[in-house]
């Protein structure tokens, strides 16, 4: 069963769905583990992440899906913002909500993320220092190296339209004026952050009602800022880490990256998928099973001792 709830964010309600787990097989006797799930790049919490909601429920863990400020239903302002910070921020809010809730193991929360926040939950997991695992999938772990792949296939002259936008948000935004904006995706050659060879479609595909195809164009110039590959070495927490090996989006040499640098030590599953071929059919159910396999096993050696 679904729940409507939300939590505090510095000041902004987020809007969140609170599952709880559908079995005692996971329960300790300080309570059960808690997956925190947010979504990517511009998406929301209905693209595509109930499914792998239902699996961890399911499996014996109470989940929570969140909305970053500015997005879906989430409150906040400005509307459309895709700020990593920002973002991590959230994230964080919503680990100490969840900490509070009934019946919730404190001291086993684990971070999910997917595409964009499949890199936020590496910086946020070792900022926190107690998160008791992590699960990422086709993340962006090196927002350097996204943009040099934009310039790669869109060319140079993509970068100076996108800068120039952003330039244009970032001067309005100092005089009061309204965001302004340009779509997340769109076909090669058009206007928008993401243009890759098959992106339009793949966002499409899993997109739920309260996506918007827009942003603040001050957005393009952040991607570069947003590198989760130099926080991996500073994980405490195990990490299990979901390879898309043919991802245009999000560069796969940086996942690894992340699972050679991983402190707390790594898993890895390298899947022959595109960047979101891993939300439907065979891959993901290779993906979900490996996900639910390795936080069963790490969080069941901390329930029985706890």
């Not at 006797?29 to 511009?42: E, L, Q, T």
């Not at 990593?84 to 959230?90: A, G, L, M, N």
């Not at 796969?252 to 898993?267: D, H, I, L, N, T």
């Amino acid at each position: 069963m679904v729940e409507e709830t939300g939590f505090d964010s510095h000041g902004t309600r987020c809007a969140a769905w609170y599952l709880r787990a559908g079995s005692d097989a996971l329960t300790g006797s300080r309570g059960r583990p808690c997956v925190v799930m947010a979504h990517g790049f511009g998406a929301t919490r209905d693209a595509g992440l109930l499914p792998f909601a239902e699996r961890f429920a399911e499996a014996g863990a109470d989940v929570l899906v969140f909305d970053y400020r500015g997005y879906g239903t989430s409150e906040g302002t400005p509307r459309q913002n895709v700020w990593h910070v920002r973002h991590r921020e959230d994230y964080h809010s919503a680990i100490a909500h969840a900490r509070g809730l009934d019946g919730v193991d404190p001291d086993r929360i684990v971070l999910w993320g997917s595409s964009y926040s499949g890199g936020h939950v590496v910086p946020v997991a070792a900022k926190d220092g107690q998160v008791a695992a992590v699960i990422s999938q086709g993340a962006a772990m090196d927002g350097l190296a996204a943009l040099l792949e934009i310039g790669r296939y869109a060319g140079i002259g993509q970068l100076l339209r996108l800068t120039g936008h952003a330039l244009r948000d970032i001067a309005g935004s100092l005089l009061g004026r309204e965001p302004h904006l340009i779509p997340v995706v769109g076909p090669p050659g058009s206007l928008a952050a993401i243009t890759a060879e098959g992106a339009e479609t793949g966002y499409r595909s899993i997109m739920g009602p309260t996506f918007r195809n827009e942003m603040c164009a001050r957005g393009a110039l952040l991607i570069p800022l947003n590198r989760p590959v130099t926080a991996a070495s500073k994980l405490r927490a195990p990490i299990f880490l979901v390879v898309a090996a043919d991802d245009n989006i999000a560069p796969p040499a940086a996942v690894r990256a992340v699972a050679a640098k991983a402190g707390a030590g790594s898993e890895i599953l390298e899947l022959p998928s595109g960047h979101f071929d891993i939300y439907t059919g065979a891959l993901f159910e290779r993906s979900v099973l490996a996900q639910v396999e390795f936080f069963q096993r790490t969080l069941r050696v901390t329930a029985s001792t706890g």
